[in-house]
């Protein structure tokens, strides 16, 4: 009993990598080469912008081309609150709970990992006995 404590308190602790959902997709990881710090405000903002360049802004150009910003349709784009909603408010909206998503599931992985390394343990005392 006196010999396996040495050797569990000189075994370095075996940490989980660092899991997230949120980090590393494509957009992540262009705006964090960027800035190698991390997922920080500052990149959560740039992204937020970015997502907006990208997807609400062409369309208001398109809209603008075809002469259907102001009207000559059903509906004008400056009229379409659906999209304007969509793209200016729910879009950004889910970029920023990233950070929420990330910090709250980090310690779920954890305590589940700590779990199953606590239960492979009693398995193996259980199979050498």
Known sequence: MTASAPSTAS???QEPPEFSLVMGGPLYRMLGRAQPAGLTPELLRREVVLSVLVCWVPLAVLSVAQAHF???AKLSFLRDIESHVRFLVSLPALILAEILVHERIWPVVKRL?????SHLKSCRSFMLR
């Open 11 to 13: 075994a370095p602790s």
């Open 113 to 117: 990992s700590d779990g199953v390394s």
């Open 70 to 72: 102001l009207g000559g």
